[in-house]
T-cell receptor
Framework: DGGITQSPKYLFRKEGQNVTLSCEQNLNHDAMYWYRQDPGQGLRLIYYSQIVNDFQKGDIAEGYSVSREKKESFPLTVTSAQKNPTAFYLC????????????FGNGTRLTVT | GQQVMQIPQYQHVQEGEDFTTYCNSSTTLSNIQWYKQRPGGHPVFLIQLVKSGEVKKQKRLTFQFGEAKKNSSLHITATQTTDVGTYFCAARVSGGSYIPTFGRGTSLIVHP
């Protein structure tokens, strides 16, 4: 079955440590996205990538970094510069630009103490 | 960024009652999508509306796009416990980025 895989489902880190969240898709989608979800805040865009080796900042990119070396993979690094990293992180993909639906992974719940 | 206001934030209903969530924008939208997120799950695409005044139905769910393309609604008739979850709208502004902006969502709680 095609889909988006995020791992791990739960992640715990100490404050001051960088952490990388994995996102892999086998849908052959060109575009990939990272969203952050906090209670009552909806989904806020962190980064997005339209093609391999290219990515753009979203609304809340500070304290995060990404790479897009392969079409299938779009890992997100939460750096120590992110002031409030504890959240639910969702990766999504779509066939491309324009009027297309987003397909989401199951998410990673990150807790930083 | 562009704001999409979604109301209400929460809605409690008795099973069998109807439910409606609304999305409003101050700017004209090129299209609007609706997603459902079950508790503990991830958002799942439900539908997309593109045309002014468009109405689409999926069983007990009715989706509408306003004539001015600045608002949309999702109406559920005779709710069931399986309808529990958070419903999000996601909209693209006319002439703007292709990336959709999500509303804050409406959490539906259905009491049996």
């Amino acid at each position: 079955d095609g889909g988006i895989t995020q791992s791990p489902k739960y992640l715990f880190r100490k404050e001051g440590q960088n952490v990388t969240l994995s996102c892999e898709q086998n849908l052959n989608h060109d575009a990939m996205y990272w969203y952050r979800q906090d209670p009552g805040q909806g989904l806020r865009l962190i980064y997005y990538s339209q093609i391999v080796n290219d990515f753009q900042k979203g609304d809340i990119a500070e304290g995060y970094s990404v790479s897009r070396e392969k079409k299938e993979s779009f890992p997100l690094t939460v750096t120590s510069a992110q002031k409030n990293p504890t959240a639910f992180y969702l990766c999504a993909s779509s066939m491309g630009q324009g009027v297309v639906a987003l397909h989401f992974g199951n998410g990673t719940r990150l807790t930083v103490t | 960024g562009q704001q999409v206001m979604q109301i209400p934030q929460y809605q409690h209903v008795q099973e069998g009652e109807d439910f409606t969530t609304y999305c409003n924008s101050s700017t004209t939208l090129s299209n609007i999508q609706w997603y459902k997120q079950r508790p503990g799950g991830h958002p799942v695409f439900l539908i997309q509306l593109v045309k002014s005044g468009e109405v689409k139905k999926q069983k007990r769910l009715t989706f509408q796009f306003g004539e001015a393309k600045k608002n949309s609604s999702l109406h559920i008739t005779a709710t069931q416990t399986t309808d529990v979850g958070t419903y999000f709208c996601a909209a693209r502004v006319s002439g703007g980025s292709y990336i959709p902006t999500f509303g804050r969502g409406t959490s539906l709680i259905v009491h049996p």
